[in-house]
């Protein structure tokens, strides 16, 4: 049987694919959320035959989209009693200003809300599961500046502050995991990969895709981008780092606006408000 079970979004390449690998390798029930079904179903086969691990699941969910991410977690809600691991792997960068089903930007949309969403509903198996809850940010978030008064990016577009912003906020969203359901014995982190050599970038356009293309050569691998959320998901007494930031398998500095309680707080509320008006 499964030592652990653990739900995953972004899974299907990248180093989301490379953590749902070594954590199928090690005994954990996998659950794959995706949002392309039929590349979801190709990895979990390559994810068996690599590890003959069969405890590997497909689940539709689409992270732009609140009525998918809803239903995933209705699925998940029937299919299980608890969840381990929740690792909010998934994110995405866009050169131009793009807006989701919902009417949400696409950068905040896919790398903040619809992960709050996904977690928010998924508390009780979290709560049950004594979960960790695993944010993929960036050192990108050293980059970004809550503007709450126009979190959608409407007046004026810029894909690093949009990316930027995204990336605090799924600092910001771990650090809040922590101080609301660490007495429940939930533990939430947030992590920097490292410049990984992905598909990550493939939205890109213009200036910013020629960057990514001349800064590919020095990157690192999927599988070496993976290694700070395996370590996250399986090391032993972390509960002393609840609410932290890791960089290489350590827990790092963040920047100082990562210390704004208030701001921390007021995202907390804002994204409650956005998707309770958006999903019935």
Not at 186 to 212: E, R, T, Y
Not at 221 to 229: C, I, L, N
Not at 245 to 270: C, G, H, N, R, S
Request: hydrophobic residues 45%.
């Amino acid at each position: 049987m499964p030592i652990k079970t653990t739900v995953i979004t972004g899974a299907t390449s990248g180093i989301g694919k490379a953590t749902a690998m070594a954590l199928a390798g090690q005994d954990h029930a996998i659950y794959l959320l995706v949002r392309n079904i039929i590349k979801g179903e190709a990895v979990k086969q390559e994810i068996v035959n690599h590890t003959r691990n069969k405890h590997v699941y497909v689940i539709k969910c689409d992270l732009a989209d609140l009525q998918s991410i809803s239903e995933a977690a209705a699925e998940l809600s029937q299919k299980l009693l608890a969840i381990n691991i929740l690792i909010n792997n998934a994110g995405a960068g866009f050169s131009e200003r793009l807006v989701s089903k919902d009417g949400f930007e696409m950068t905040f949309a896919t790398n903040h809300l619809g992960h709050f969403l996904l977690t928010t509903r998924l508390m009780p198996l979290l709560e049950r599961g004594q979960a960790r809850i695993i944010n993929v940010s960036s050192e990108g978030h050293k980059l970004g500046k809550p503007n709450f008064d126009d979190l959608q990016s409407a007046q004026k577009y810029s894909s690093v502050k949009a990316y930027g912003m995204a990336k605090l906020f799924n600092v910001y969203f771990a650090r809040s995991l922590a101080q609301k359901f660490g007495d429940k014995g939930i533990l939430a982190f947030s992590l920097h990969p490292g410049a990984v050599n992905s598909s990550f970038a493939d939205k890109l356009k213009g200036f910013d895709k020629i960057v990514m293309k001349l800064a590919r050569p020095f990157m690192i691998t999927s599988e070496q981008g993976a290694q700070t959320s395996i370590y996250l998901a399986t090391a032993p007494n972390l509960d002393k780092f609840n609410g932290s930031y890791f960089k290489k398998k350590k827990p790092a500095k963040t920047a100082a606006i990562v210390q704004d309680a208030a701001a921390q707080e007021k995202l907390w509320q804002i994204s409650d408000k956005l998707i309770g008006k958006s999903v019935v």
